[in-house]
């Protein structure tokens, strides 16, 4: 063998192993507050709405849906929140970045993506732990409205 290749498998074997990586994520507890507390905005300005909540991995964790709001909603409000979470920003940002900016136009091919406002981050302590999507309030301003409302009721920044 040669001297380089034993020297590497010395190096190696002195190396602590890897660690795993640790994540924050939405609990079941915290993401039913949240949508708990989307609703009651929606309620205030008179509205009602479909909201869903995704941990860090993009998977559904809450999804409450008011009485009366259409089923097209709830689809919308998963991806509304699927979106704002991989892509660390606020869904209606992404919407004026794809009708203003040429690089980004493309954007609105991604089956995955839902450029309509209503979907927001979950930020604890400076990390994107998930994400929250409004949907079925009457427009994407109040959506967003609603999403905001629920994370200053003690979950953001």
Not at 39 to 53: E, F, Q
Request: net charge negative.
């Amino acid at each position: 063998m040669s001297s380089a290749f034993l020297a590497y498998f010395s190096l190696a074997a002195l190396m602590p192993p890897p660690l795993p990586i640790e994540h924050r994520s939405v609990s079941l507890e915290m993401a039913n507050s949240i949508a708990e507390a989307a609703l009651v905005s929606c309620r205030t300005m008179n509205r009602d709405a479909v909201v869903a909540i995704v941990d860090r991995g993009g998977n559904l964790i809450a999804l409450q849906r008011g009485d009366g709001v259409g089923p097209h909603n709830t689809n919308a409000a998963e991806r509304k929140a699927f979106t704002a979470l991989s892509t660390k920003t606020s869904t209606s940002r992404l919407a004026q970045r794809a009708a203003t900016e040429p690089a980004s136009a493309n954007l609105i091919s991604v089956a995955e993506l839902l450029l309509l406002g209503g979907g927001l981050p979950i930020i604890h302590e400076g990390e994107v732990i998930g994400g929250i999507g409004v949907a079925g309030s009457g427009g994407s301003e109040s959506d967003e409205q609603c999403a905001m409302a629920a994370l200053a009721h003690g979950t953001q920044q």
